[in-house]
């Protein structure tokens, strides 16, 4: 018999996630855990606008509230808050074990400081979901070239940056969102890694999953655009020979990809609008002042 609610809605109907079937054990740890999935359907996820980091809006469900996909998307050890991709989790280098095992109470009392009593054996949270996304990018530090890094770290820092924007929204006045824009100040440097990593062979990008949002896959366009919007965005203001090279290079990466003033047919219509619009700021920002 499914079980009511007071209000006389079935409990049932208004969950919005599950734990999985088959236990994992963590590779660090050797602790047995299932992870919690989010489900779909029945109105829980409500699309609304794509914003300029390609940042996909959900709209507040009337049944369900507000529902964060990107809460779900980090597998997390609840015990050594070892944390990576789903499809990595259990793929960690045996040799890399001990270092996690090393940095345990480290990386659990840094994110302390910012994310205080969080238990990952309760349900995902929005906190929990960005501290989540914070311990996925202090982990890939462990994993060697090979399972490339710099981008899922880059990925986690944004999905971070996103996830603390909702908590400043929900909890005002604690600051998330100054830690909202260090994060994405953090995504900024590493797809910036990522991209000199790729072309000089150390950290292939190609066949990954490169979101950078769970809604599509902007492939290594979106990854070129990203970098540019994130530099523009968030880098360096002080030093304005440095700000010349870094907006100029990356203004050409996206307008060489997206065939800016070409045909663009098989482009996503989305990504080659933003496109489009960022190119257009690069260059109005260059010229007026004389850079």
Same mark, same amino acid.
């Given at each position: 018999?499914?079980?009511?609610?007071?209000?006389?809605?079935?409990?049932?109907?208004?969950?919005?996630?599950?734990?999985?079937?088959?236990?994992?054990?963590?590779?660090?740890?050797?602790?047995?855990?299932?992870?919690?999935?989010?489900?779909?359907?029945?109105?829980?996820?409500?699309?609304?606008?794509?914003?300029?980091?390609?940042?996909?809006?959900?709209?507040?469900?009337?049944?369900?509230?507000?529902?964060?996909?990107?809460?779900?998307?980090?597998?997390?050890?609840?015990?050594?808050?070892?944390?990576?991709?789903?499809?990595?989790?259990?793929?960690?280098?045996?040799?890399?074990?001990?270092?996690?095992?090393?940095?345990?109470?480290?990386?659990?009392?840094?994110?302390?400081?910012?994310?205080?009593?969080?238990?990952?054996?309760?349900?995902?949270?929005?906190?929990?979901?960005?501290?989540?996304?914070?311990?996925?990018?202090?982990?890939?530090?462990?994993?060697?070239?090979?399972?490339?890094?710099?981008?899922?770290?880059?990925?986690?820092?944004?999905?971070?940056?996103?996830?603390?924007?909702?908590?400043?929204?929900?909890?005002?006045?604690?600051?998330?969102?100054?830690?909202?824009?260090?994060?994405?100040?953090?995504?900024?440097?590493?797809?910036?890694?990522?991209?000199?990593?790729?072309?000089?062979?150390?950290?292939?990008?190609?066949?990954?999953? #490169? &979101?950078?949002?769970?809604?599509?896959?902007? %492939?290594?366009?979106?990854?070129?655009?990203? +970098?540019? =919007?994130? @530099?523009? !965005?968030?880098?360096?203001?002080?030093?304005?020979?440095?700000?010349?090279?870094?907006?100029?290079?990356?203004?050409?990466?996206?307008?060489?990809?997206?065939? #800016? &003033?070409?045909?663009?047919?098989?482009?996503? %219509?989305?990504?080659?609008?933003?496109?489009? +619009?960022? =190119?257009? @700021?690069? !260059?109005?920002?260059?010229?007026?002042?004389?850079?």
């Amino acid at each position: 018999m499914v079980r009511k609610k007071p209000g006389g809605k079935p409990e049932s109907a208004l969950k919005i996630s599950f734990y999985s079937k088959d236990p994992i054990m963590c590779p660090v740890c050797e602790n047995e855990f299932r992870r919690e999935e989010l489900l779909t359907g029945s109105g829980r996820q409500i699309a609304g606008e794509l914003t300029d980091e390609l940042h996909r809006l959900y709209e507040t469900s009337a049944k369900y509230g507000d529902v964060y996909p990107l809460a779900y998307q980090a597998t997390v050890c609840p015990s050594c808050w070892y944390a990576a991709l789903p499809d990595d989790f259990l793929k960690l280098p045996e040799e890399k074990t001990n270092f996690l095992i090393d940095n345990t109470r480290k990386r659990k009392a840094d994110a302390a400081l910012i994310f205080p009593e969080v238990d990952f054996y309760e349900n995902r949270t929005l906190v929990s979901g960005a501290l989540s996304q914070y311990l996925t990018l202090v982990c890939y530090d462990f994993f060697p070239p090979e399972f490339s890094p710099a981008i899922k770290q880059g990925i986690a820092a944004l999905r971070a940056g996103w996830l603390l924007e909702d908590m400043e929204k929900k909890y005002p006045e604690q600051h998330f969102g100054y830690l909202s824009v260090m994060f994405k100040k953090k995504a900024r440097f590493f797809y910036a890694q990522a991209i000199k990593r790729e072309i000089t062979g150390k950290e292939p990008l190609g066949g990954l999953k #490169l &979101g950078p949002d769970t809604d599509q896959n902007y %492939g290594y366009e979106g990854v070129l655009y990203l +970098a540019a =919007y994130l @530099e523009y !965005k968030y880098g360096e203001l002080n030093n304005p020979q440095t700000r010349r090279k870094n907006l100029d290079e990356l203004g050409r990466n996206v307008a060489k990809m997206f065939g #800016l &003033g070409k045909s663009s047919k098989g482009k996503p %219509g989305p990504l080659l609008e933003k496109s489009k +619009a960022l =190119y257009e @700021e690069i !260059k109005k920002e260059l010229k007026e002042n004389d850079l």
